[in-house]
């Protein structure tokens, strides 16, 4: 079932948007608040440095966890955080669901601005479902932002990349990933299996691992990090005309024939 996404409006003209995916466990609103609390360098947030940016946060869907027996957001079920790899196949299904979910969305955010003026991003299980419905679907958008992330379905994904003639733009966008070694939730060896193979397919990587910071972003460093990508993102954007919001007119009541 699509859930609605939580939506931050621009408080200036609308040059790009940002959709980003929360982890598993959380839900948009609250992520998108912790999100906004993070500062840079200077102590500034996200919406203070990026007025002219729409921040999208998809909900993922609830669903039966069969590791917490319990009903939890999550884009997809999973039996190991640590070891996202096993037991692949039952991930499959709602894996698949989201995919089509974020797709939506995109199509959706695509309209107004286009899709080089579009960011993809996630935090962690949000991570691993945005890269792999890039890859999957091959849209080439304007960069993707990956925190705390691994690669889900690698056999399926490495034979789809087999095929011959399979299109590789997709990785010809700006991709960055931040990792934290204290992260206790998703170790760091799953970020760098995740580099190594958007590599292996063509990408070219900014990778940026901190001391510290544990399953979230690092502060500042990683802020800082994320801010200058998006900045460079921004300025490599094919013409970013800010959109016009349409005008509401209030429709006459028609006349009927009784």
């Given at each position: 079932m699509t859930?609605?996404?939580h939506i931050v409006a621009p408080t200036a003209p609308h040059t790009h948007t940002i959709i980003f995916l929360h982890g598993r466990g959380s839900d948009a609103k609250t992520f998108c608040s912790e999100l906004f609390e993070s500062e840079d360098s200077s102590i500034k947030t996200f919406t203070d440095i990026f007025p002219g940016i729409k921040?999208?946060?998809?909900?993922?869907?609830?669903?039966?966890?069969?590791?917490?027996?319990?009903?939890?957001?999550?884009?997809?079920d999973m039996t190991s955080v640590q070891r996202p790899h096993q037991d692949a196949e039952s991930q499959?299904?709602?894996?698949?669901?989201?995919?089509?979910?974020?797709?939506?969305?995109?199509?959706?955010?695509?309209?107004?601005?286009?899709?080089?003026n579009i960011i993809i991003a996630g935090m962690s299980q949000g991570c691993a479902t945005g890269i792999f419905t890039?890859?999957?679907?091959?849209?080439?958008?304007?960069?993707?932002?990956?925190?705390?992330?691994?690669?889900?379905?690698?056999?399926?994904?490495s034979l789809l990349m087999g095929v011959p003639g399979r299109e590789r733009g997709v990785f010809e966008m700006p991709l960055l990933l931040q990792h934290c070694k204290d992260d206790e939730v998703v170790p760091v060896?799953?970020?760098?299996?995740?580099?190594?193979?958007?590599?292996?397919?063509?990408?070219?990587?900014d990778w940026m691992c901190f001391e510290e910071g544990g399953h979230w972003l690092n502060e500042p460093g990683g802020m800082d990090?994320?801010?200058?990508?998006?900045?460079?993102?921004?300025?490599?954007?094919?013409?970013?005309?800010p959109v016009k919001e349409e005008k509401k007119t209030e429709e006459k009541p028609k006349s009927r024939d009784w």
């Amino acid at each position: 079932m699509t859930t609605t996404p939580h939506i931050v409006a621009p408080t200036a003209p609308h040059t790009h948007t940002i959709i980003f995916l929360h982890g598993r466990g959380s839900d948009a609103k609250t992520f998108c608040s912790e999100l906004f609390e993070s500062e840079d360098s200077s102590i500034k947030t996200f919406t203070d440095i990026f007025p002219g940016i729409k921040w999208v946060f998809p909900n993922a869907p609830s669903s039966y966890a069969v590791s917490e027996r319990e009903l939890i957001p999550q884009w997809f079920d999973m039996t190991s955080v640590q070891r996202p790899h096993q037991d692949a196949e039952s991930q499959k299904e709602e894996l698949w669901q989201s995919v089509a979910q974020i797709l939506e969305v995109l199509e959706n955010e695509m309209k107004p601005v286009g899709l080089r003026n579009i960011i993809i991003a996630g935090m962690s299980q949000g991570c691993a479902t945005g890269i792999f419905t890039l890859v999957t679907s091959g849209i080439r958008v304007g960069g993707f932002m990956g925190l705390c992330g691994w690669l889900p379905l690698v056999e399926e994904l490495s034979l789809l990349m087999g095929v011959p003639g399979r299109e590789r733009g997709v990785f010809e966008m700006p991709l960055l990933l931040q990792h934290c070694k204290d992260d206790e939730v998703v170790p760091v060896r799953n970020g760098e299996k995740l580099k190594k193979k958007l590599e292996e397919w063509g990408g070219v990587v900014d990778w940026m691992c901190f001391e510290e910071g544990g399953h979230w972003l690092n502060e500042p460093g990683g802020m800082d990090g994320l801010v200058e990508f998006i900045q460079a993102v921004m300025r490599a954007s094919p013409f970013p005309i800010p959109v016009k919001e349409e005008k509401k007119t209030e429709e006459k009541p028609k006349s009927r024939d009784w």
